[in-house]
């Protein structure tokens, strides 16, 4: 009994969900979705449940726990929303559609292991995950490997999609995004000189500030000093305090809002007052918290913004908020998407297997995203508008939108 309850709660959490019972609204991943029951490594081989007959698996990794946790927890609420949806309206092939959900702690080892286990114990038909880069490249070299398609909401660094033709993404990428804050910085902000700190533990973080950095400097500007640290750090003193010598007017800060967060706060203690600029990875609730007023008035690239007035953005937040009382952020938005860009190339696959579902997943084309119209190129990448955002008291505000 004792090995058998753990695999019952797992079944029955996929058919739960299946069935289109109501799941639970658990930000903390407590009883939410499928999450807790089955990703959790206490019980190992306890989420097998044999693909049934009349449901198609979907799985997802993300961080659930962990310096990234607000990622994979948001991402997850969104697919969990088109899938309940996609039931509603009847499913897929005659099929309800049931998410397996791991947590991989905010570690790239435990996203390469949990993707094993989705693709060799649970079957599913595509892979939906993860956030961070480096999460996701780990993930992507088993998916292609396997022959199982897999697409990230919204990992940005441009190898990830490189690692073979069963990965996609269905959000820009960081040769974007760079551009975006570098021209905003040299346009908008009329920024002269500044100084980048990098996470060296992020193939997002690297990348994105080479980007910005050859960018910035093609129009003109000049990057004082590079900086760095490792994701987990919490003193951030040293660095900022050469940041200030170099008397910057702005610092690039391309990393994850939970570091960011307190970078900001030492930044002022260290007496830096120009502006932060960072990327997509400071889109976090938590961001405000973290930083305080310390973030405040500062700016980052995004895919989304929830004051965009398109009735179909508008409905997505309301419907969102009404299931998980908060404002969805762009993982929220990007996790809804792929999952719809996942669910309707299974509608058109001619069958489930490998192949078919990717040559369906590679033909997606104008597709209606909340995070706006995904048409994916032949790299298997989206191309679309980014927006920057001016982080205000404890929200975002619209600042404009940037066309590639
Ligand atoms: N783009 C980030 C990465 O690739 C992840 C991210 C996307 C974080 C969107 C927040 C919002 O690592």
Not at 131 to 157: C, D, F, H, R, Y
Not at 246 to 263: A, H, K, L, N
Not at 359 to 385: C, H, M
């Amino acid at each position: 009994m004792r090995r058998i309850a753990p695999m019952l709660l797992a079944a029955l959490a996929v058919l739960a969900a299946a069935c289109e019972k109501k799941t639970q609204p658990a930000p903390s991943g407590e009883g939410g979705a499928q999450a807790t029951q089955q990703g959790q490594p206490a019980a190992p081989g306890g989420g097998n449940v044999p693909a049934s007959g009349d449901v198609i698996l979907l799985g997802q990794v993300g961080a659930l726990t962990g310096g990234q946790a607000t990622f994979g927890i948001s991402t997850r609420n969104g697919i969990e929303m088109a899938l309940k949806e996609a039931n509603a309206a009847g499913g897929v092939k005659g099929k309800k559609l049931a998410i397996r959900v791991y947590d991989n702690q905010s570690k790239p080892e435990e996203a390469a292991q949990a993707t094993t286990r989705l693709i060799t114990q649970d079957k599913v038909a595509i892979i939906l995950g993860d956030v961070a880069s480096s999460n996701s490249l780990a993930m992507a070299e088993k998916a292609q490997a396997a022959g199982v398609p897999m697409i990230t909401p919204s990992s940005t660094n441009t190898t990830v999609t490189q690692k073979g033709d069963y990965i996609f993404r269905v959000c820009f990428i960081d040769p974007f995004q760079g551009y975006v804050m570098a021209k905003f910085a040299r346009e908008d902000l009329k920024l002269n000189k500044v100084a980048v700190l990098q996470d060296n533990k992020s193939a997002y973080s690297i990348d994105l500030s080479d980007v910005f950095t050859r960018k910035f400097t093609e129009m003109g500007g000049k990057i004082t000093t590079t900086e760095s640290y490792s994701q987990g750090d919490t003193d951030y003193r040293a660095q900022l305090t050469a940041i200030r010598k170099t008397q910057p007017d702005g610092i690039y800060v391309p990393g994850y809002y939970s570091e960011v967060g307190v970078i900001a706060r030492q930044a002022r203690e260290v007496g830096l007052k120009v502006p932060l600029m960072g990327g997509d990875g400071w889109d976090s609730e938590k961001l405000f918290e973290l930083g305080g007023s310390a973030i405040q008035g500062s700016y980052f690239s995004n895919h989304y913004s929830p004051d965009n007035p398109d009735p179909r953005v508008q409905k997505f937040i309301s419907e969102y908020k009404a299931t998980y009382g908060g404002v969805p952020d762009a993982l929220a938005a990007l996790g809804y998407d792929a999952a719809r860009v996942a669910i309707e190339a299974l509608k058109r696959s001619k069958d489930l297997s490998g192949p078919a579902v990717r040559d369906a997943i590679a033909q997606t084309k104008d597709f209606p995203g909340v995070a706006g119209t995904i048409t994916l190129d032949d790299k298997r990448n989206a191309v679309k508008s980014a927006v920057v955002l001016k982080v205000g008291d404890g929200k975002t505000e619209y600042v404009t939108t940037v066309n590639p």
